[in-house]
């Protein structure tokens, strides 16, 4: 055999070999997203689409079924961050308009009805005739997963949260998704000029939800919390409680502290720190952690102290 017919035989083989770990690193890492994305939340999951109504989904794979909770874009509520009272619909337009990446919404829609709310979903927001379930498989059909991962589609939430909503709203039939519909939510308020205006009522709010959104395990772990306001801001401790015991959390008091924190703190003990609730509120409310001693007890599981910057 010649020198150049071993050289070919060689480049073909390193070519052949480089192919092989090429296409074995890709398999790898294909089989390491796909286990990071089909493993179960381990929470209670709840985010906004801005359909027309909009909609906040929600999920516990311990009930198997979504809870969808639909809501009147032309009804008012108050807007985080001092924004003042706006209709859902000029929300979401200042939402874009400001820049805000999906914060103004979440944050004022999650105060509104009392969800904990991780992330939008910006959609055309055209009125539809099909069923909510229908109308959502259409926005996160199996094509929309491409849409999402080169950034087609607007969205606060990751691409694997994308395709975690995708495989449980294709896995569902028709009697595993809960509607609920807000639209009776409200009261009338006559403003200074005569005109009638429709605003989301809280009460009227916690009435129709009820306990649809309790978080099983959690619900089961029974842990207890104690919320205490460092700020100056009244009203934020009861508003957080109403948040967090939404997804079954049970708040055991609501105070006040004269030492003011800056971050808030969440306060617990080893054990309680491994637990569903403590990781819920971890992941939802980005506190610092203060670990107490065996001998350190309280009148609660966990301590929230609410910060300036939470404040804000």
């Not at 099983?216 to 401790?237: P, Q, Y």
Request: glycine letters at 6%; charged letters at 20%.
């Amino acid at each position: 055999m010649s020198i150049s017919s071993i050289a070919r035989l060689r480049t073909r083989y390193v070519s052949l070999i480089s192919f092989l770990l090429v296409l074995i690193s890709l398999i790898l890492f294909l089989i390491g997203f796909s286990l990071r994305v089909l493993k179960d939340v381990p929470f209670r999951q709840a985010f906004v689409v801005t359909t027309n109504p909009m909609r906040i989904i929600s999920w516990d794979r311990q009930r198997t079924a979504m809870q969808i909770v639909s809501i009147p874009k032309d009804i008012l509520i108050d807007g985080a961050f001092g924004y003042g009272q706006y209709s859902l619909t000029a929300l979401e337009a200042l939402d874009v308009l400001d820049h805000k990446d999906g914060v103004l919404l979440v944050q004022s829609l999650a105060q509104a009805v009392g969800v904990p709310i991780s992330g939008a979903i910006f959609v055309d927001s055209t009125e539809s005739e099909a069923s909510a379930l229908d109308s959502l498989k259409k926005i996160f059909s199996w094509r929309s997963i491409a849409g999402r991962v080169f950034g087609r589609i607007g969205s606060t939430i990751s691409v694997s949260d994308w395709i975690h909503i995708v495989l449980i709203l294709h896995a569902l039939g028709t009697n595993d998704a809960e509607v609920i519909d807000l639209s009776s939510a409200t009261s009338d308020v006559v403003r200074a000029d005569g005109m009638v205006i429709r605003i989301l009522d809280p009460q009227k709010v916690d009435f129709i939800l009820g306990n649809s959104l309790h978080d099983a395990n959690i619900r089961s772990e029974n842990k207890t919390i104690t919320i205490i306001n460092t700020t100056s801001i009244v009203g934020i401790g009861s508003s957080i409680a109403r948040i967090i015991s939404r997804f079954g959390i049970q708040v055991v008091s609501v105070g006040n502290e004269s030492l003011k924190v800056v971050q808030c703190e969440l306060e617990t003990d080893k054990s309680t720190k491994l637990t569903k609730t403590y990781q819920f509120l971890k992941s939802y409310l980005g506190c610092e952690e203060k670990l107490l001693s065996g001998e350190d007890s309280g009148v609660s599981d966990i301590t929230l102290r609410i910060g300036s910057s939470q404040a804000e």
